[in-house]
């Protein structure tokens, strides 16, 4: 969809590839054409349904976010993220249209679990809400480790890697709030096993169920990333620290990895929850880091079959 409308208008492709041309704010229209399946279901077998929403998404052919019309006066009060807030970026004159298209896609649920209240089907519906990535307002990325090309979301910074993730219904019901890291690489396999489907080992990831669960008390709380186009990077994320390597000399947007990487930076997020300070060289951390390093070579290696050098910078 950013190649066929923005945050008003535009065009969709039906299953026969038919083109469905929309008119009015792009995340209504999206989430209209789920309404419309919904009053055509007859109820006769499951449905499975993904509404992909590109709000909230910056327009990168405008250079701008763009919330529904009334935006910037409804959210003019904004009160910006401690790190959005000191280093500088575009977050400043972008973040009320951030928060009216964030607003849209509340309202458009809204919507959503209202139509499946009328159909009698909410009490049997698991929904999952989730995203891709966040968006660090060109805050990051102004380093010298930059290879590649990037706007707003390339990067293994909080900012741009934590996301929402809200699953409700089924088993997953009661109101918890879970605390423990997880994937959004776990998703296809707990939506396998909310049909009835354990594939086991067989996809990456786990059933987010357990997770809640607790079913496996050595469960490593960590989560890992890989990062592309902005520079060829790697991290591991643990409740109390983020460290992320990255490839020196090779071009984020050209290839996707590399048998050589270097240190990008360690944030210590007991004392510097915002990663405002790269203690990465200091030696204070120096343990850390190596324990740290050795968990994220571990994990490159099962995911994609070698082994990389790790350097310090030099």
């Not at 910006?80 to 004159?93: K, Q, R, S, T, Y």
């Not at 519906?125 to 706007?151: C, E, M, P, Q, W």
């Not at 993730?165 to 109101?175: D, K, Q, R, T």
């Amino acid at each position: 969809m950013e190649f066929t409308s923005h945050g008003y208008d535009g065009y969709v492709f039906d299953e026969n590839n038919q083109r469905i041309d929309f008119k009015g704010y792009r995340a209504d229209c999206i989430n209209d054409m789920a309404l419309q399946f919904l009053d055509g279901y007859d109820g006769e077998r499951p449905f499975f349904v993904t509404i992909s929403q590109i709000e909230p998404h910056h327009q990168n052919d405008r250079q701008h976010y763009e919330g529904p019309i009334g935006s910037k006066e409804r959210f003019k009060n904004f009160v910006l993220p401690h790190d959005l807030e000191v280093l500088g970026g575009n977050a400043a004159e972008e973040y009320p249209d951030y928060l009216g298209q964030c607003a849209s896609l509340d309202e458009n649920l809204g919507r959503l679990v209202t139509k499946l209240k009328e159909k009698g089907l909410y009490d049997n519906t698991v929904i999952i809400y989730a995203s891709d990535h966040g968006s660090h307002f060109k805050t990051r990325n102004k380093d010298s480790h930059l290879n590649g090309g990037d706007d707003y979301k390339r990067t293994c910074h909080d900012s741009a890697l934590r996301v929402p993730l809200v699953i409700s219904g089924g088993p997953f019901s009661g109101g918890l709030a879970v605390d423990d890291l997880v994937s959004t690489e776990s998703l296809p396999k707990t939506i396998l096993a909310l049909a009835g489907v354990d594939v086991g080992d067989a996809m990456i990831g786990e059933n987010l169920l357990d997770v809640v669960e607790h079913k496996d008390p050595d469960r490593p709380n960590r989560v890992f990333a890989q990062i592309s186009e902005s520079r060829v990077g790697r991290c591991v994320r643990t409740p109390d620290f983020l460290y992320s390597v990255y490839a020196p000399g090779k071009d984020g947007g050209e290839v996707p990895a590399s048998n050589v990487y270097a240190d990008d930076f360690l944030y210590d997020l007991r004392k510097d929850p915002w990663q405002l300070e790269n203690v990465v060289d200091s030696p204070d951390y120096k343990e850390v880091k190596q324990e740290l390093r050795k968990c994220l070579l571990d994990w490159i290696e099962h995911a994609e079959g070698y082994r990389p050098v790790v350097q310090d910078n030099a």
